[in-house]
């Protein structure tokens, strides 16, 4: 189990606007072994979720790791996690969330959780985010060195630039059309 991965595929899930079993079927891309078994009640599920999880998001992009500790605690509580040991790859043991009987939310909750805490612990708390890019509202996982990720994607990294860019020339040109009238 790739912790981080799993870490990144939450904010990918947070990302995503669950409007129906297909849209769930598009963020399961990749997992095609899951696609069969998506329901309307794990759309139910995982909607409910995404409103739970989001607060540990704004609470890192705060600075808050409290309530990050916190927020993810009372997630595992609510929404207990069974990790196994798998041994698919004899030479590669490593974690899994246990799938037998889960559903499809319940293996996507799972594997957020653990990957999340295992992060949070690994890492530290700091480093989900929320993008600071108007209007965007994504939320993102930081695995930058240094910590120094403010965007969700490049393209808005892009245009936050250009906008801060514009910006300062809108307002060295009016500084000039000051001086000059002066």
């Not at 981080?4 to 399961?28: C, F, M, Q, S």
């Not at 630039?161 to 500084?175: D, G, H, I, T």
Request: with cysteine; net charge negative; hydrophobic share 40%.
């Amino acid at each position: 189990m790739d912790f981080i991965r799993y870490a990144e595929r939450t904010a990918g899930l947070l990302n995503t606007e669950l409007a129906d079993v297909d849209a769930l079927v598009d963020h399961l891309e990749g997992r095609e072994w899951l696609h069969e078994q998506c329901t309307e009640r794990d759309l139910t599920q995982l909607r409910r979720f995404q409103r739970e999880l989001r607060p540990v998001f704004e609470a890192s992009a705060a600075g808050d790791d409290r309530g990050v500790i916190d927020g993810l605690n009372a997630l595992m509580v609510r929404h207990p996690i069974t990790p196994r040991i798998s041994d698919h790859d004899p030479g590669d043991l490593h974690l899994h969330v246990a799938t037998k009987a889960a559903s499809v939310a319940e293996l996507l909750v799972g594997e957020a959780l653990l990957g999340l805490a295992t992060l949070v612990c690994d890492l530290g708390p700091s480093r989900l985010g929320v993008c600071e890019a108007a209007p965007c509202d994504h939320v993102f996982v930081d695995t930058s060195p240094n910590r120094s990720r403010r965007y969700c994607s490049e393209r808005c990294s892009s245009r936050a630039n250009v906008a801060a860019y514009r910006a300062r020339r809108k307002a060295q040109a009016l500084a000039l059309a000051l001086a000059q009238s002066a």
